[in-house]
Nanobody, 111 residues
Framework: QVQLVESGGGLVQAGGSLRLSCAVS????????MYWYRQAPGKQRELVAG???????NYADSVKGRFTISRDSAKNTVYLQMNSLKPDDTAVYYC?????WGQGTQVTVSS
C-alpha cells in the first residue's frame, strides 16, 4: 500500500527556514501528483503546495514567494522548502497523494 513518511519539522524563529521531506513508497512516484497540506490548531486543513508528475507547481497565496515544492524521482521524495517563516505558518504539515495521508510533521515558528 501507499506510505508517506514526513520529516524535517521543528521549532524555528520567525524569518528562519526549514525543509520538509516526504518519502514515498508503494506507488509509482513519477506518475503521481504530490501535495503538501497543513493544519493549524482550531483550523481546517488547507492546501499549501502541489506538484504534478510533470513538475508544474501551485501554491497557496499565503506562501507564494516563500515556499518551494520540489520532487526527486530518484529518491521517491517530495520536498517543501520553507523560507521567511512566520508564526502563522505554525501547523502540522502533511504529505498527500493517491488518497493517502502521511502522519504529519509539526512546524512551530516562534515570534
Amino acid at each position: 500500500q501507499v506510505q508517506l513518511v514526513e520529516s524535517g519539522g521543528g521549532l524555528v524563529q520567525a524569518g528562519g527556514s526549514l525543509r520538509l521531506s516526504c518519502a514515498v513508497s508503494g506507488m509509482i512516484f513519477s506518475l503521481n501528483n504530490m501535495y503538501w497540506y497543513r493544519q493549524a490548531p482550531g483550523k481546517q486543513r488547507e492546501l499549501v503546495a502541489g506538484i504534478t508528475n510533470g513538475g508544474s507547481t501551485n501554491y497557496a497565496d499565503s506562501v507564494k514567494g516563500r515556499f518551494t515544492i520540489s520532487r526527486d524521482s530518484a529518491k521517491n521524495t517530495v520536498y517543501l522548502q520553507m523560507n521567511s517563516l512566520k508564526p502563522d505558518d505554525t501547523a502540522v504539515y502533511y504529505c498527500y497523494a493517491r488518497n493517502t495521508w502521511g502522519q504529519g510533521t509539526q512546524v512551530t515558528v516562534s515570534s
